[in-house]
């Protein structure tokens, strides 16, 4: 399973989601492989992945996917992630 945080940059933002989904599917015991890029890459980067994760303001540039995208209100809130990878991925 391939999943992608997205962020403008793809350095900062992306990466704490990126550690913060591992911290989540640990605690779900859920295989995947999670990456980080910025939204200006989105196209490449996640055009195999199962799921995006990414905050409310870069929803509208995503474009086209078949991935499940995950919107995230607090990076930092490992529990809402788990809850909502659980909801996407159970």
């Keep these: 399973m391939k999943i992608v945080a997205i962020c403008g940059a793809g350095v900062g933002t992306s990466g704490i989601l990126k550690v913060n989904a ?3 599917l ?3 015991d859920i295989e995947a ?10 196209a490449i980067a996640a055009a195999d992945a199962q799921v995006i994760l990414t905050s409310p303001e870069f929803v509208d540039r995503l474009g086209k996917t078949n991935a499940d995208v995950i919107v995230v209100q607090n990076y930092f809130d490992v529990d809402e992630l788990t809850a909502k990878l659980e909801a996407a991925l159970g």
Excluded at 33 to 42: F, H, I, K, L, Q
Aim: glycine residues 0%; charged residues 30%; proline residues 0%.
């Design 26 to 28: 640990a605690r779900l």
């Design 33 to 42: 492989e999670v990456s980080a890029t910025d939204v200006a890459s989105v």
């Design 22 to 24: 591992e911290r989540a």
